[in-house]
């Protein structure tokens, strides 16, 4: 019998193997290894989704649905939402206190021994702050939030920009839903909101980098102070490929002792431009925001050492 870990690695390897058959690619198997969570040789990875394809059949896409990365709705059509006048800061701050009133302490609290999955969310206040520290946000713009809980950040950038669309990604279903139902009861005051989507889903199992719609984000915050550190690792991992991203605000330091002669794909991707800090409903003390924009004096993104 395989065990979990094993299922685990199973699922990983056929989501990075999908990524090549996406792209009409071959597998470059040393890269896909160093991609994987529990480091293993090439050859056994090879082996492995051979041995999954002589159960399956060849077709990764046609494999079974627990071996697929998966996301709550699949095949999302593209949203062009009408031009909307952005609401004033103090505008969105009030209309958020009111989407999100009836939802209680309850709704949103993590199960015990799990703090990587409090929903503690960020105030209205600090999430003004973050969006001043992104600067301009067009309609060309795509703003995703890595661990949105309810949702309320992906909706309050949607009130207060321009941004053409706002996504979130979030594990816990009964978050996503609770967030969803008090978004859509105020659509029709706040046309806004339509560019609201909150997904289910686990960075875990979904490439954000390669999978739509995460992977056309081009401004991208995470509260991941909580976060697992397998998590933030995967996470940094996939901001390195993101294809279009331009800026990050995030409540961790990636690289705390980052140098000239850093190496990691990441730090030769982002730079580390601004700091400030906001306020977290679960937090006393006001919690850092680190901003980073894509370094664009480095082309040669060097070699991945995360």
Not at 3 to 21: F, H, R, S
Request: one cysteine or more; proline letters at 6%.
């Amino acid at each position: 019998m395989r065990t979990d870990v094993l299922d685990g690695e199973d699922k990983q390897l056929v989501a990075l193997a999908l990524e090549y058959a996406n792209a009409g690619k071959r597998i470059a198997w040393n890269d896909l290894a160093g991609r994987m969570r529990r480091k293993r040789q090439p050859q056994e990875l090879e082996q492995r989704l051979r041995a999954l394809k002589r159960t399956y059949g060849k077709d990764i896409t046609r494999f079974p649905p627990c071996l697929l990365p998966k996301v709550a709705k699949r095949d999302i059509p593209p949203v062009t939402p009408p031009v909307l006048t952005p609401l004033q800061p103090v505008q969105a701050e009030t209309a958020i206190q009111d989407i999100y009133r009836y939802v209680s302490a309850a709704d949103v609290r993590h199960q015990a021994g799990k703090i990587d999955e409090n929903s503690g969310e960020v105030m209205p206040a600090a999430v003004s702050r973050i969006i001043r520290m992104f600067g301009e946000i067009t309609q060309g713009d795509i703003f995703l939030d890595v661990g949105a809980g309810l949702g309320h950040v992906v909706a309050q950038v949607a009130l207060q920009t321009k941004a053409r669309r706002c996504l979130g990604i979030e594990k816990r279903r009964e978050v996503v839903e609770a967030g969803s139902r008090c978004v859509q009861a105020h659509v029709p005051q706040l046309a806004h909101l339509r560019k609201v989507l909150v997904l289910i889903g686990d960075v875990l199992d979904i490439p954000l980098s390669t999978r739509a719609p995460f992977d056309a984000a081009t401004i991208v915050f995470l509260n991941d102070l909580l976060f697992t550190e397998e998590a933030k690792l995967v996470i940094q991992q996939e901001l390195s490929h993101m294809p279009k991203a331009r800026l990050i605000v995030s409540t961790s330091l990636y690289c705390p002792r980052h140098r000239s002669s850093c190496k990691r794909r990441f730090c030769g991707k982002w730079k580390q431009v601004e700091t400030s800090y906001g306020r977290c409903s679960w937090k006393s003390q006001p919690i850092p925001l680190y901003l980073y924009a894509v370094n664009n004096e480095v082309d040669d993104l060097g070699s991945e050492n995360l």
